[in-house]
């Protein structure tokens, strides 16, 4: 019997049976008990446990500053994949390797790093403090703390898109008269728009869960600067663990659903361009 | 015209690229220098000094512990993934590859969560466990179950786009020589894929080693026992020892750095950047 199509390469069965195991092990079953857990409370128990203010504010606040990360990212990303794809410069290939720093660096690292730089003593919280702007241990820290680890994935999702635009449309663009600004507004930016909702998208789906980068710089003020995944911690601590995988549970659908839409919407904008 | 249509005026381009270089010095290199200054505020010695704290020995050393359990499990099954996905079509072959994705968009926390689940205190298996003696959240085991669950991409995910690229035929025409299926694969696959193997590895050491979110929640924070290099670094934070912790953070840094190196390196080889991020 042969479930595979094609090929006559052997080991099907063997590497097909080991990823199962694997994956179910691993991924499945700890995810199975998350999607089950909840329902211990009830479904009355789980609506409250949910819409405790207290909640609904971390996960506002988590769910809102990922987004205002995330579109902060998608211009300045946008510029800096436009400029490593289309120029050359002294130190590329240097820079290349920068973009891919927060995903490198550990994410606690990260977090004590920006907690230093933006504290009032720090070398940019110094800076701000004559201001009158607070960073460190306000809703504004998590916001930095989001743009320093979204900002790959609007870069990385740009770049091959921008590889990939097709120069004859700027070309034909010029040559009918067209100004560069105006053949990057009516041209390329329509072309990237997909891409640039899609970047916007990873970086909104890191920024949600994101833990480490942001609980240093945070101050975990409970109703203000008090991070979703925080009160998870916190829940699992009181050993409420239906609570907390209630919570869980509501993060991970809501990530999808919004990234679902996203993908919709995308998808449409390719279809009508 | 005197230029391409197709670039922005010199000064545009000069101003364009300024800024870009401003903006990741700003971003994306300060934050790591800041690291490395913060470790030798009080000097060298003190930097070493606090390295030399049984604690962080003993951090370092489950960093490695961990990584070196995850990461080769993870390294085979990704590769008996890959394999399996990238060599042959089968119903339900997106699902799988959708499902071997699923742990990049889980929050870290909810890694560790899922663990606490089920072998914590009030967890599915924990209480039967702990009757038998066996613990596993607040102990090693839980460090390294979260850990797999948080790398279990990487190698899979570098690996299939490789393979798929690759195509069969090296491997069809030395069976049709007479190989068998595991000489096959030793002799013709392995190597053809031992950059993007070393890639995907690479990553999964790097993110084994870096976890911080999920290790968080099932690690107890049992000083000189359940805290990785991560976790090491949040205790010294929060007990005001900057230059202990941002040591150990400087450790963890020059890790980053190197992965980034051979990482690039890697890239030149292989010709292409995995979809993988990290």
């Known amino acids: 019997m042969r479930i595979a199509q094609r090929s006559a390469l052997p080991g099907f069965a063997p590497s097909f049976a080991v990823t199962l195991v694997w994956l179910s092990l691993i991924v499945l079953i700890p995810l199975a008990a998350l999607a089950l857990r909840p329902w211990e409370l009830g479904v009355l128990g789980v609506w409250r446990s949910v819409t405790e203010p207290r909640v609904v504010a971390a996960l506002r606040l988590s769910f809102g500053t990922a987004a205002l990360a995330a579109a902060i990212n998608v211009p300045i990303g946008l510029l800096i994949a436009w400029v490593m794809v289309r120029y050359r410069f002294y130190g590329r290939n240097l820079a290349d390797s920068l973009i891919d720093m927060p995903l490198a660096l550990p994410t606690a690292v990260a977090g004590i790093s920006l907690t230093a730089l933006f504290a009032p003593k720090g070398w940019i919280g110094a800076l701000l403090v004559p201001l009158g702007i607070k960073v ?13 680890v979204g900002l790959p994935f609007v870069v990385r999702t740009l770049e091959p898109i921008i590889m990939d635009l097709p120069l004859e449309a700027e070309e034909v663009a010029a040559t009918l008269g067209a100004r560069r600004a105006q053949i990057v507004a009516r041209i390329v930016l329509p072309a990237l728009l997909p891409a640039l909702l899609a ?3 990873a970086a909104l789906a890191r920024g949600v869960g994101e833990y480490g980068s942001v609980i240093f710089i945070a101050g975990n003020m409970p109703m203000i600067s008090e991070i979703a995944p925080l009160l998870i911690v916190i829940r699992l601590e009181q050993l409420d663990y239906a609570g907390a995988a209630a919570l869980g549970l509501v993060m991970l659908l809501a990530s999808f659903v919004i990234l679902l839409l996203l993908n919709l919407l995308q998808r449409r904008m390719i279809v009508h361009a | 015209m005197n230029r391409r249509a197709t670039q922005e005026s010199p000064a545009a381009r000069v101003a364009l690229v300024t800024l870009t270089i401003l903006l990741l010095l700003i971003l994306l290199l300060l934050p790591l220098v800041v690291v490395f200054s913060e470790a030798l505020m009080r000097g060298f010695g003190a930097m070493v000094d606090s390295l030399a704290e049984t604690d962080s020995i003993a951090a370092i050393r489950l960093t490695m512990i961990v990584a070196a359990v995850t990461v080769p499990l993870n390294a085979v099954c990704g590769v008996a993934a890959a394999w399996c996905i990238g060599r042959f079509r089968f119903p339900g072959r997106g699902l799988l590859v959708t499902l071997i994705e699923l742990p990049f968009s889980v929050s870290p926390v909810i890694s560790g969560l899922v663990w606490v689940l089920l072998f914590g205190a009030n967890g599915w298996l924990g209480p039967i466990l702990n009757r038998a003696g066996m613990h596993i959240i607040f102990a090693v085991p839980g460090l390294i179950l ?35 299926g595991w000489q096959t694969f030793w002799r013709v696959t392995l190597p053809n894929i031992r950059w993007g193997l070393l890639y995907g590895v690479l990553l999964c050491n790097a993110r084994a080693m870096g976890e911080f979110g999920a290790v968080a929640v099932v690690s107890g924070h049992i000083r000189g026992q359940t805290m990785t290099m991560p976790l090491q670094v949040e205790a010294l934070f929060n007990d005001y020892d900057w230059v202990g912790a941002f040591t150990i953070a400087g450790l963890l840094s020059l ?14 080889r292989i010709g292409q950047r995995s979809e993988a991020l990290l």
């Open chain 1, 199 to 201: 970047g916007f998208g």
């Open chain 1, 136 to 148: 460190a241990y306000t809703p504004l820290g998590i916001l930095v703390a989001l743009i320093f």
């Open chain 2, 146 to 180: 979260a850990t797999t669950f948080v790398t279990f991409p990487f190698v899979a995910r570098t690996l299939i786009p490789l393979m798929e690229h690759q195509g069969a035929a090296e491997e069809e025409a030395a069976l049709t020589l007479g190989a068998s």
């Open chain 2, 255 to 268: 890790l980053a750095l190197a992965t980034l190196a051979v990482k690039a390196s890697l890239e030149w």
